[in-house]
Every structure is written in structure tokens, then in C-alpha cells.
């Protein structure tokens, strides 16, 4: 088992640059999320996804932000255009879903660290 | 509102000393809880999951009080390397993240 695979693990970019972010859910898992987190306001959850649709997406922060989940196996964070408050380390992480998923814990991806200059 | 408050700490611990501290959570219909270990500019990582009164691995035990509504975690002969922030998880439904309250992390740091 890979675990969540993130992508890239650093990224650095100047503001009003459109940054990407990439992540691979553990196979087998339907429900896909996105956090972030900052030394201020910890874990913040963006938005989820079950079966690839988006579920809650009320915490993403404004328009300048967008998530995709086109098939299982894929989803994206987009920032445009990203602004220096958007530094942070952003999780992806996925767990299952059916009668067994209130027992199923979150595997995070190991981050990817976003500085905006 | 759900809400899981920790002490964020930090607590300093020395080495090979037993230390525990609890999470508190608010919503009563909280049915699974997950202690996860957070290093510095590292992702969170699964420690223990709590479904009944309590789990135990190795020198790590988690108890649930469902009275009092809160969860604790034990560390036995604690390590140079049981440094690091512990997240405290609480889940009242399955799958969706409106059933998942995370807390904000107690820092643990063991000294030699």
C-alpha cells in the first residue's frame, strides 16, 4: 500500500502565480479530503469529496481556490492567484466509506509545503 | 457546535517518565476517536484508534470515558522520539468530514 501520494512536496512561487497541487488517494478509499495547515489555525478543512463529487467545499477560503476529483484515483487544488497568505502546508487524505467508516481514520499524504513570495 | 479542546502544552517530560493528557470533546454522539502524532513539518500519522473503553499498544494506552466525554493517552517509558504533537480525533457518522472534529494538538516534548 503506497498511502496518499501528494505532489510536489515544496513549491515556491511569487504572488499572482497559479499554483497546483496534486494528490493520489489510497486505492480502495471513496471518501478524498483536503486540509490545511497553519501554526495560527491548525488543521483547517478545505473541502471533501465522496466518490469523486464534491461534498462540502464551505471551507475553502474564496473563489481563488478550486478543487477536482476527475476519476478515483486523482484530485486537484488550485490557488489563482495566489496570494502570501496562502502559505502553508496543504494535506490531502482519504479514508472509506459503508458500514465500516465511522470506524475508518483519515491517512494523510505527507503534504506539499506552499510559500508564496 | 462539536468542538475537541486539548491543552496545547507544551509539556516537558523527561525521558523514560509515564505522561498522559486528555481530550475533551462536546458532541455526545462522538462513537470513534483517533489519537494521531504529528512531528514537526511532517503529516499526521495514525497512532491509536479508541471505538470502546479503551486500546493499548505497547507502551501507548487510550482510554474513553463516555461519562465525562473525554479521551486520554498514555505513554509508558517515554522516548527521546515521543516528541512531537499529539491530534486528537473525534467521528459521530461515517465517511463525510462533518462527522470529524479534529483538536488543535498537545505538544509533548521529551528531554534527556
Known amino acids: 500500500d503506497a498511502g496518499v501520494i501528494q505532489s510536489p512536496r515544496h513549491e515556491v512561487t511569487e504572488m499572482g502565480q497559479e499554483v497546483t497541487l496534486r494528490c493520489k488517494p489510497i486505492?480502495?478509499?471513496?471518501?478524498l479530503f483536503w486540509y490545511r495547515q497553519t501554526m495560527m489555525r491548525g488543521l483547517e478543512l478545505l473541502i471533501y469529496?465522496?466518490?469523486?463529487?464534491?461534498?462540502?467545499d464551505s471551507g475553502m477560503p474564496e473563489d481563488r481556490f478550486s478543487a477536482k476529483m476527475p476519476n478515483a484515483s486523482f484530485s486537484t487544488l488550485k490557488i489563482q492567484p495566489s496570494e502570501p497568505r496562502d502559505s502553508a502546508v496543504y494535506f490531502c487524505?482519504?479514508?472509506?466509506?459503508?458500514?465500516?467508516?465511522?470506524?475508518?481514520?483519515?491517512?494523510f499524504g505527507n503534504g506539499t509545503r506552499l510559500t508564496v513570495t | 457546535r462539536k468542538e475537541v479542546e486539548q491543552d496545547p502544552g507544551p509539556f516537558n517530560v523527561p525521558e523514560g517518565a509515564t505522561v498522559a493528557f486528555n481530550c475533551t470533546y462536546s458532541?455526545?454522539?462522538?462513537?470513534?476517536f483517533f489519537w494521531y502524532r504529528q512531528d514537526c513539518r511532517k503529516e499526521p500519522k495514525l497512532l491509536m484508534s479508541?471505538?470502546?473503553s479503551g486500546n493499548e499498544d505497547g507502551r501507548f494506552t487510550a482510554q474513553l470515558n463516555r461519562a465525562s466525554q473525554y479521551i486520554s493517552l498514555l505513554i509508558r517509558d517515554s522516548k527521546l522520539s515521543d516528541s512531537a504533537t499529539y491530534l486528537c480525533?473525534?467521528?459521530?457518522?461515517?465517511?463525510?468530514?462533518?462527522?470529524?472534529?479534529f483538536g488543535k494538538g498537545t505538544h509533548l516534548i521529551i528531554q534527556p
Open positions: 487524505a482519504s479514508s472509506l466509506t459503508g458500514q465500516g467508516a465511522i470506524f475508518s481514520p483519515l491517512h
Open positions: 458532541n455526545s454522539a462522538s462513537q470513534s
Open positions: 479508541v471505538y470502546s
Open positions: 469529496f465522496n466518490n469523486n463529487v464534491p461534498i462540502d
Open positions: 486505492s480502495g478509499h471513496d471518501y
Open positions: 480525533v473525534a467521528r459521530d457518522s461515517g465517511g463525510g468530514a462533518d462527522g470529524l472534529t
